[in-house]
Structures are given as C-alpha cells and as structure tokens.
C-alpha cells in the first residue's frame, strides 16, 4: 500500500538514483525526481514535498547548499541526506542546518526504509497536529466571546471576535505593550475598573473572585462583559482570558430591575420598594437613635383634571410634577407612588421642622408650575416625624391623617400630625 506523501528525491548519478526510484515508487504515491541542487530547489517551490531525500555532492549547486535555501523556505519538511561523506565536519554542517537522517553509501535499503518510515511517521504526526490545531482554531474563531491570551506586559494571541471589537489600530498597541485591555474599561459605579495595573488578572487566576463585570465601549456603543481567567500549567505568566458580552441580560436585568422598584409611568419607586428603604431607614433610627420624617401629598381635585381633560393629560400632570419635585430633593430622600395621584417622601435625617419647610417649598413649587391644558394645580401635604419605638404603620397613619386634615381645612396647605387637634 502506498503512502500518502510527498517526496522529492535528488541524486546525479544515474544508477543510484534508478535503483533507489523504484525502491521509492513502490511505498510513496508521489516521487518527483531531480538530477542536480538546482533542478531540486526549482521543483521544491512548485511540488512542496513532505520529504527530501538528496545526495550531498552534486553539480551546479551541491546538497548542503539546496539544504541551507530549503529550511530558509520550510523548517518543517524532513530531510534524508544520502552520502559517502563521513567526517565530522560534514556531519556538524548537516546538523546545523536541520537535516533529519543520514544514509551513508552504498546504501543499505533495510536502513533507509527505517529512516523512510520514520519521516513519514513524523510528518504524519505534524500534519495531524495541524489539522487538530486548524480545528481549534476554527472553534475559537467561531465564538462569539472575545478569547485573548495575556501577560502581564502585552497581547500574545486572541480569536476573531477579539480582533473585531477592537480594530486594527488598538490590536498593535494591544500586541505591542502600549496598552492592556484593562486600559479600555469604563470608570462606572457597579463595574470593575482598574488602569494602568498590569497584573488586574490576579483575582482571578488566584481565584478570589469568580469573575469580573467590566464595561467597554466600542464606536461609542457600550458593552458589557463578565470576564474570567486562567493560567496555563506549564505558563503561570500567560493567561487565557474570556470576555463573554451580557450586554442584553444586562439591559434585561435593569428593565426588569426597574419594573420590580419603580412605577412604570412617573419613574418614582414603586409602594413595595419605598417599604424596603422605610424599613430600613425604622432600623437605623433605632439603633443610632437620630430621627427622620415622611411626607404624604396628593393632588387636589385631582379627578377633576382626569374627568375635565382626560387621562392622558393627567397622567402628563404626575409625571411633570414628579419631575419637578425629584430635581428639588436631595440625593438621599425617597419619593415615591403610594398609590393613584398620591405620593410619599422619606426624609432621612430630617426633623419634624425641616420637613414642614420641605413640604412647604415643595407645595410653592408645584403651585408654580404651568401644565399644559390644565394650567395650575395645588397639592396638600401631611408630615409626620419619627419617635422612638413607631412602626411604620403608625407612622403612615398620622401622616395620612395629616393629609385628611390638609384637605379638610382647605387644601393647598401643609398640617404637621401633631398639630391635629
């Protein structure tokens, strides 16, 4: 059975190269036959042989010197160097320059099949070996993920995906030590971020932590990624790195996130996450025993408007006059729907003093504002101040009561609870 390899075999005396052809065409599928150095090295540009098989002495240009030009075009291809050549000097050259088996003359066939084999078997092997890493390279190329190899100075490989989001420009910086990806993340608050440190990795590789969430830009569209890391066993300074873009689950987690704590029309915390900052805020009253109050108001006449001009146009009112009041507050209160045109602020370290001053800006403020079709609208407003040892119910009714008290009395006003006689 013949061998599926190519060889090209060089010998300029006729019956040695006669006798060694048969002896070849009978195992290898294709033999090319070159009579001198220079014939060969001309067939070796267009054949691309697995083997070389050549005589050492021959005319216009000898074996040694074919040698020398062939490994400066291929270091991979085997070389069998038939010779009656035995001294040092030679052998020292044909080592330098990558032969891989010598044959001395005449030749013994028995040893020249084992060298035959043996290169065959070797180029087997590094064709397989190719093909094994054309397929792995096929597989990481196909990903979606950016897939790069790092140390700690510079950029040494990394798949397709990689290349595109970065583009040809940062890849050399990248490639070149200029900069490192760590370069190119955002300074945002919920992402990692970290520059000019060139070992950011470590957390990983020493697995402190599981991953990083990181956020990079590309043409001025933002992505984020979930990175992670590893290090090669035999390379601990070289990383594999994954950047896995969740820049939709992203997004999905914050519309989700939003729908869960916020009312959908005015953009203002929802009831339910307004009791969490409540509860949380009851807790911290207790234990540093400092005070803070709730502000409850609510439109006057507000079905009126709805009735008169319709919903939409009373839904444009909350809206602009949730605005309004969120740019009056500060960063630490919480407003947020308690339920239809009513509304409720947590005042953080707010006395019952500050928060009827609050109310009583808020309540000017609104009074102020020109909606489109309805005009003006009034609010009341009903403030309550935390003591030791209420609950939140407790505070919500004398708050609400407040309120009552507000409209009952006129509306368009502010009633502390305490003041209700």
Known sequence: MQTDVKVLYVEDEPSAREMLTRLLKRRIREVKIAKNGQEALELFTTFHPDIVITDIKMPILNGLELIRHIREMDKHV?????????????????????????????????????????????????????????????????????????NDERLLDCNLSFQRFFGREQMEKL?????????YFVAEPGYFYIKGERRWLRPLIDRTIPFLKVKMCKQAEEHVFLVKATSFPDEPESYLVVLTDITALE???????????KDPLTKTFNRLKFDEFFTREIHRAKRYKHTFS????????????????????????????????????????????????????????????????????????????????????????????????????????????????????????????????
């Open 78 to 150: 085997q070389i069998i160097i038939t010779t009656a050549y035995d001294d040092n000097d030679f052998f020292i050259r044909a080592i330098e320059y990558g032969v891989n088996h010598f044959i001395l003359k005449p030749i013994d066939h028995e040893k020249f099949l084992q060298s035959l084999q043996h290169s065959i078997y070797q180029r087997q092997l590094e064709r397989e070996l190719e093909k094994q890493k054309q397929y792995t390279r096929t597989i990481i190329d196909f990903q979606e993920n950016l897939i790069c190899i790092l």
């Open 175 to 183: 490639r070149s030590g200029q900069t490192h990806v760590c370069d």
């Open 251 to 261: 997004e999905e987690s914050k519309r989700n996130e939003f729908l869960a704590t």
């Open 294 to 421: 709730i502000i409850l108001f609510d439109i006057d006449h507000f079905k009126k408007v709805n009735d008169t001009y319709g919903h939409d146009v009373g839904d444009a009112v909350l809206v602009r006059m949730c605005e309004t009041i969120s740019n009056r507050l500060r960063d630490c209160d919480i407003l947020a729907r308690w339920g239809g045109e009513e509304f409720i602020i947590l005042a953080p370290a707010t006395s019952q003093a500050g928060a009827y001053r609050l109310a009583e800006a808020l309540r000017h403020l609104i009074a102020t504002v020109h909606f489109p079709k309805v005009g003006h609208i009034t609010c009341s407003f009903g403030v309550c101040e935390y003591e030791q040892g209420m609950t939140k119910e407790q505070m919500v009714k004398r708050a609400d009561e407040a309120l009552y008290e507000a409209k009952r009395t006129g509306r368009n006003r502010v009633v502390v609870s305490e003041c209700i006689c």
